[in-house]
């Protein structure tokens, strides 16, 4: 038997010899600990240069002419596009409302996810408490689009629930058309929507606080302020600043749901900065000037971002000094 | 101070894993009670369930004929010491020892203070006092957490294995600062451990548990000479007890350790099992009547510089711990001798014997 396979290998050698010497110095290259790291890391980083790298540069490069679809010439503006940006009233308008939307959009998803979190939290025993977790959580499944167009629905002033209300006690509401009221109420979907996740995130964050330690603070009798101050949030606010985080990069680009719903309008009250990118770049085809713009949405994003990572690095730093 | 008693109480797990099995006992006021026993023995189990973080599934639990079974942590106005080191953060030693006291109305500023500076003396904190707890290692962290729980003057102190999750550096420390302070205060507690050498030297009385009752209850010298049963001569000591099994010729044990036959007052067991601390086990290097041959197979040095011989007397293998100026090499004879006061008698089920050896 030994003598057998000894000898069909011997038989078999000289064809496959070549082949061989490549799969040894294959192996040997992935059993290399220098080289199989970054071999691991190709397929990510092929992706990332098509997706991202050649895309950003190109659009850094754009930012720098005019470039429109209307006009076959473009033209080396150098950075004229960010100049007629900066002195754009109706760019900062929209960049002023986009930060209002944010602010009050993620404020108010992070106090009220974070208060029905606690109730959550605190129901573990209830019975039915899976379904309700499941219900809660359809909003943010549910597309923004389609979202959007149920309360356009239940918006809308003829045959939607809220007039209908409205009118019960005389008065007549058309909530998308009154630009007092038309932000509210889009931002009101959007807290409909994201609420549930910055709950999520509350569960998790409160998943992350020791059981002794609240079972400690129990034994001692302390209050609920001093054991969310000591105890929950120390351990609670890494996870809790991640969802922030999240939100504000997500919120800062919102488009969908306003252009289904609103365009924009009425007049430019919803008119949120990605509306105007979108509209600038796909309504007049100014790449060039859209380009520029989202340079420099891009830098605004990255500036919250490290803010926000700065932050929790200090408490980070504070919790193991 | 208040005395804790149990009365019948019992926890399932899922229906099917008895943690605590149907306990009845009372844990005297102002005493430490240490309940030893392996790994899930049901030890923490008990405690929780005094502590109110647990609820039993039978069975009442009365606090100075108080019954607190269900009430909540809070209720029962108890300190609680946990395994991994508690404290608030975000503030520093002192103010964690003072947080619960804030609370406290009936507490005049004066009193708090003087019970501050009195645990941070006891547990060594002083120079720590205004330190970031967050800045501190485990040990500290523990000891401040223990200092929260005396500061408080609860009617009771529960601790769950302080020890165990405390480096091996401020382990002495801290094992020091707890001996000190059970001395100091008279407070009843109970005490959750593993680890004999603290039930040992911190306890007023064992409560040895296994597999969710408890084995035995005593003073630490007393379970530790006079096992009542087999599980508490192997669990306690290190290592544990001997055990030789015999056969009971014409009701006398015969060969193995001893050289002449003993004779027992009782012989209605056929099979009995001897036991003996390795400690307790005389060795010289000499030969003497009525001292038995054995063939040194192992030797290794032990904690306090003494020697762990393991020895073969006939088909017998048992341990014996000398002392080091006891020069023996593997592979030697020595020879070997028990006082039959030392040895303790089981049935074959592993529960002590009243048998005696007749002299």
């Known amino acids: ?321 | 101070m208040a005395d804790i008693r149990l009365e019948g109480v019992r926890k399932v797990f899922g229906g099917k894993v008895f943690a605590v099995r149907d306990l009845t006992l009372t844990f005297p006021s102002g005493s430490v009670t240490c309940l030893l026993g392996p790994s899930g023995c049901g030890k923490t189990t008990l405690m929780r369930m005094i502590a109110g973080l647990e609820e039993p599934t039978s069975g009442e639990i009365y606090f100075d004929n108080e019954r607190v079974t269900h009430l909540s942590p809070s209720q029962r106005h108890i300190g609680m010491v946990f395994q991994y080191p508690v404290v608030y953060r975000g503030i520093s030693v002192e103010e964690n020892i003072a947080l619960p006291l804030t609370h406290d109305k009936r507490l005049s500023p004066a009193e708090r203070r003087a019970r501050i500076e009195s645990v941070l003396e006891t547990l060594d904190l002083a120079p720590y006092a205004k330190r970031d707890v967050s800045t501190l290692d485990n040990g500290t962290r523990q000891k401040v957490a223990v200092a929260r729980e005396v500061a408080r003057q609860p009617r009771i102190i529960l601790f769950d294995e302080p020890i165990t999750n405390v480096d091996v550096s401020s382990k002495m420390q801290l094992k020091r600062a707890l001996k000190r302070l059970v001395k100091q205060h008279s407070q009843t507690i109970i005490y959750v451990t593993h680890d004999q050498t603290e039930a040992m030297t911190l306890a007023d009385e064992i409560a040895l548990m296994r597999d969710g009752m408890i084995v035995q209850r005593g003073v630490p010298s007393e379970i530790y000479d006079h096992p009542s049963d087999r599980f508490g001569g192997w669990f306690l000591g290190n290592p544990g007890m001997n055990f030789i099994d015999y056969r009971l010729d014409n009701g006398a044990l015969v060969g193995g350790l001893f050289a002449q036959p003993l004779r027992l007052n009782q012989t209605t067991e056929a099979h009995i099992l001897v036991g003996i601390r390795p400690e307790r086990l005389r060795v010289q290097t000499t030969p003497a009547p009525n001292w038995v041959p054995a063939r040194v197979r192992r030797s290794a040095i032990v904690a306090g510089g003494q020697h762990l011989l393991t020895l073969e007397i006939d088909a017998i293998t048992v341990k014996a711990k000398v002392p080091e100026s006891l020069r023996v090499e593997e592979g030697e004879t020595v020879y070997v001798a028990c006082d039959p006061d030392d040895l303790t008698l089981f049935d074959a089920d592993g529960h002590r014997l009243q048998a005696r050896i007749l002299a």
Do not use: C
């Not at chain 1, 549910?142 to 007039?163: C, D, R």
């Not at chain 1, 700065?310 to 408490?315: H, P, V």
């Open chain 1, 1 to 321: 038997m030994q003598a057998e396979s000894t000898e069909r290998i011997a038989y078999a050698a000289p064809r496959t010899r070549g082949l061989m010497r490549g799969r040894a110095f294959l192996v040997r290259l992935l059993n290399d600990i220098r080289v199989f790291p970054a071999l691991l890391l190709i397929p990510v980083l092929i992706f990332f240069i098509l997706w991202n790298v050649i895309p950003t540069l190109w659009m850094i490069g754009l930012s720098f002419y005019k470039y429109s679809l209307m006009s076959p010439n473009e033209r080396f503006l150098g950075l004229r596009n960010y100049n007629d940006i900066l002195n754009d009233v109706q760019v900062w308008a929209s960049l002023g409302r986009t930060f209002v939307w944010v602010f009050a959009g993620v404020s108010i998803q992070t106090a009220l996810g974070f208060l029905l979190g606690l109730l959550f939290w605190g129901s573990r025993d209830m019975p039915g408490r899976r379904i309700a977790l499941t219900m809660l959580f359809a909003p943010m499944i549910i597309t923004p689009i389609a979202a959007g167009a149920f309360f356009q629905l239940i918006y809308e002033p003829t045959f939607g629930v809220v007039n209908w209300v409205v009118r019960q006690f005389g008065g007549n509401v058309n909530l998308l058309g009154d630009t007092n009221l038309a932000f509210g109420a889009v931002l009101f979907v959007d807290i409909w929507m994201w609420t549930p996740f910055m709950i999520l995130i509350t569960l998790a964050a409160l998943g992350s606080v020791p059981k002794a330690e609240l079972e400690a603070a129990e034994v001692d009798r302390l209050p609920w302020l001093q054991r969310f101050r000591h105890i929950i949030l120390p351990n609670a606010k890494f996870i809790l600043m991640l969802g922030i985080l999240l939100r504000t990069i997500d919120s800062f680009k919102t488009l969908d749901l306003i252009y289904l719903m609103t365009r924009g309008g009425p007049g430019n009250t919803t008119d949120l900065i990605a509306l105007l990118l979108r509209r600038q770049a796909f309504e007049a085809l100014e790449f060039g000037w859209a380009s520029a713009l989202a340079l420099i949405l891009l830098l605004t994003a990255i500036a919250f971002t490290s803010i926000y990572l700065y932050i929790l690095n200090l408490s980070s730093k504070r919790q193991e000094a």
